[in-house]
């Protein structure tokens, strides 16, 4: 066979494969069959309980005199300021609108289904004040799912998260544990911000947070080296624990370490393989991803919308118990199966034809070397 017509027939039998792949793929996607998950009533007790939040947060902020935000389109209560003297980052207002939604607690629910935690577990998590809706759907999810949470809170957060400075998130979910919405407090306060002890807060608001976090009875921890702050956390999760998973919301440095590396993890719940080694850059995520411990991290909402089929910042939120993290699909096993084994059959032709193609040159070489020797020695 030549050249041209063992490349032709790879290209074909490529060419094929890809068209059955999709053609699988398509006819997988028909035949899907779309149910509830088995939990969905558990699902919905978390969106109850977070919806619950929401309403007492907005009272506080009503005692408190803090305006609602007029960005805060569906007047959730969970959306912040611009800037305040105790905003650390950017954020964008999209994200955090989208995470005040009652059905994140629904979502929360899911993704600790999916990392395997089940009720009697612990969950330990890192909890930044940049999401504080997301914070208290992860709380509202395991309190429903009998699950026991141990978490460490931040105050500072990126613009427009839980970031006035008379009502930080710490104090947000004290507050409702004291009024019996909630079941679990912060087994431990830090500051966030630089180095996760204030570092860019306007440091009188700093220190007027201290003396109420310490009014509150909430343990402040303040340790500016790095290392040692993991340790720090890291024993208080094993002393209350040990946990089955570990939660990182929000971009606090403990959690996503330092650098870029944690944000190219990846969103939801995380794979151990994605972890290579461990540096002194590592953080939580990265350390409990090494050990093997499922890790959930939430913090580019994006992203984990678009992965679970939600809305991004929509005009108009869906009705209760509709959107997709209540359903699962079903695709027919047989069309996948016999799918996979045709394309394994036409990916095993292509391995032929190319060693096929190779043995052919190598005898033509084996020829032309006889005919040389040949040559040079006309007595054989």
Request: net charge negative.
């Amino acid at each position: 066979m030549s050249r041209a017509k063992r490349e032709r027939k790879l290209l074909a039998l490529l060419l094929a494969c890809a068209l059955l792949a999709w053609g699988t793929a398509a006819l997988a996607a028909g035949q899907g069959r779309r149910t509830e998950t088995g939990y969905a009533a558990v699902q919905l007790a978390a969106a109850d309980l977070l919806e619950d939040c929401f309403r007492q947060v907005r009272t506080y902020k009503e005692e408190l005199g803090i305006p609602l935000s007029e960005l805060d389109y569906h007047q959730t209560g969970m959306i912040g300021e611009s800037y305040t003297g105790i905003t650390t980052t950017l954020g964008a207002i999209e994200a955090k609108r989208t995470t005040a939604w009652p059905e994140m607690g629904a979502l929360c629910v899911r993704l600790l289904h999916e990392a395997g935690v089940r009720s009697g577990d612990t969950v330990g998590a890192g909890f930044s004040g940049s999401f504080p809706a997301m914070d208290l759907a992860v709380i509202a999810a395991c309190q429903v799912m009998g699950v026991e949470l141990i978490y460490i809170s931040s105050v500072g957060a990126s613009t427009y998260g839980a970031n006035h400075p008379a009502l930080t998130f710490p104090e947000m979910a004290h507050r409702l544990v004291e009024d019996g919405l909630l079941e679990t407090d912060s087994a431990a306060v830090t500051l966030g911000g630089g180095g996760d002890v204030g570092g860019g807060m306007d440091p009188a608001c700093a220190e007027e947070i201290r003396g109420r976090l310490a009014e509150a009875g909430l343990l402040l921890l303040e340790e500016p080296d790095y290392r040692r702050n993991l340790e720090l956390r890291q024993q208080l999760y094993q002393q209350e624990g040990p946990i089955d998973c570990f939660v990182a919301v929000g971009g606090n440095v403990t959690s996503m370490g330092r650098g870029e590396s944690g944000i190219s993890l990846g969103q939801g719940l995380l794979s151990p393989e994605k972890i290579v080694r461990l540096t002194e850059d590592s953080g939580l995520v990265q350390r409990y991803l090494s050990q093997g411990l499922p890790v959930i991290n939430l913090l580019n909402i994006k992203q984990l919308a678009a992965d679970y089929g939600l809305p991004y910042d929509p005009a108009q939120w869906p009705e209760r118990g509709t959107s997709a993290v209540y359903f699962e699909t079903d695709y027919p096993g047989t069309v996948l199966l016999l799918g996979l084994a045709g394309a394994a059959v036409l990916l095993a032709l292509c391995r032929w034809v190319r060693r096929s193609a190779g043995t052919a040159r190598k005898e033509e070489r084996g020829y032309h070397g006889q005919t040389e020797s040949s040559a040079d020695h006309p007595d054989h």
